[in-house]
């Protein structure tokens, strides 16, 4: 069923009489929507293979023509108006599947040639992006489109060679993603861009924070984010903390956790874990964040990729040659205490629910 349809009939149904929880109807619009990822998923990719032979087999044929800008900008132009115009016409699984791999490759090309060098990819992937936000209703796409728009910004900064404030823009990145995260309901029911793609916006954000968290925390990477600047790092901190608390606090208000001395000493320990170690591998931090938005929501895929992420800082730090094993010892052991505390929590509210 088309998202009109659909809409026509919400309205009919509200016309009749009965009233519509419409926050609801959206949730399990969104849970329908990720049980059919998979196949999309897989259908987008057959689409990109077949679609790449296609334009293989175009530039053999005519190599002479990709070897000019203006061939990648109409190429770009035509996939993109394709995309558009299957995107409108149907929400069928392959259809919407051929739009994706239609988008993705005509947004690569457009990007491509419009930048005649390196130094001008990342303001026309950003353009282009922040255009198609506006244009295409698609969950995927504008998931894509918000991604994109995302990583030419980091692109942008590497390209003006200011890479050294990295962590304020993931500071920054990293606020936005909390707060669209607990203004959810509020913001779902305005009749804006953010409503209307609530969730690939929020995808997208959290996608970003947790990958790009990871790269930087990683031996490989990570000093391509290094900065002379201690106030930088000390910014992601404080944004990283003030959000973990904040969370914490609403867990703990949640779980009806009154005492005060427990909950100061879950504040010390959120404080010192971050200091002793997101301070130099921040994907702990993020990681820590993720699990307590999974367990506040129950996202179980949020739980178990903050899990995941959080046991591979663990090794990575574990590993980590620059920091004494004092230093080591100590940080794990307060991460042991902070999933006993986790762990208490959840027995306690057990408890709860047993003795109702």
């Known amino acids: 069923m088309s998202n009109n349809l659909f809409k026509d009939l919400v309205s009919s149904v509200e016309q009749a009489g009965v009233e519509v929880n419409h926050e609801a109807l959206q949730v399990a619009k969104d849970k329908l929507a990720m049980k059919s990822i998979i196949i999309r998923v897989i259908s987008i990719l057959g689409s990109l293979l077949g679609l790449g032979l296609f334009i293989g087999f175009i530039a053999l044929a005519a190599s002479d023509i990709f070897q000019e800008a203006i061939a990648f900008i109409l190429m770009g132009v035509l996939f993109l108006g394709g995309a558009f115009a299957l995107n409108r016409s149907n929400d069928g699984a392959i259809t919407v ?18 930048s005649n060098d390196g130094h001008l990819m990342g303001y026309s992937m950003f353009v282009i992006a922040l255009i198609t936000l506006f244009l295409y209703n698609n969950h995927i796409i504008s998931f894509l489109s918000s991604l994109s728009i995302l990583v030419a910004i980091h692109f942008i900064m590497f390209d003006l060679d200011i890479q050294t404030f990295y962590y304020i823009y993931l500071a920054i990145v990293l606020a936005a993603t909390t707060y669209l995260f607990w203004q959810e309901q509020r ?7 953010i409503g209307h793609r609530y969730l690939p916006i929020f995808a997208a954000l959290f996608t970003y924070t947790l990958v790009t968290g990871i790269i930087s925390s990683t031996q490989q ?22 959000a973990l608390l ?13 005492k005060l001395p427990i909950q100061i000493a879950t504040y010390l320990l959120v404080i010192i874990f971050n200091v002793l170690v997101a301070y130099y591998y921040p ?34 730090f574990y590993y980590d040659l620059g920091v004494s094993l004092l230093a080591k010892s100590i940080s794990l052991m307060i991460v042991g205490a902070m999933f006993l505390a986790i762990y208490y929590l959840i027995q306690k509210k057990g408890e709860k629910h047993d003795n109702i």
């Open 283 to 316: 994907a702990f931090g993020i990681a820590c964040l993720f699990i307590l938005w999974g367990f506040m929501r129950q996202f179980k895929a949020g739980f178990a990729v903050g899990i995941a992420t959080l046991v591979w800082a663990m090794g990575m």
């Open 97 to 114: 599947s051929i739009a994706v791999s239609l988008y993705i490759i005509g947004y690569a090309f457009l990007s491509y040639g419009l």
């Open 221 to 242: 990477f990570g000093y391509y984010y290094f900065s002379e600047f201690r106030g930088v790092r000390l910014f992601f901190i404080t944004v990283l903390v003030a």
């Open 246 to 258: 904040f969370t914490v606090h609403l867990v703990l208000d949640k779980m009806k956790v009154s």
């Open 187 to 193: 913001l779902r029911t305005m009749d804006n861009l």
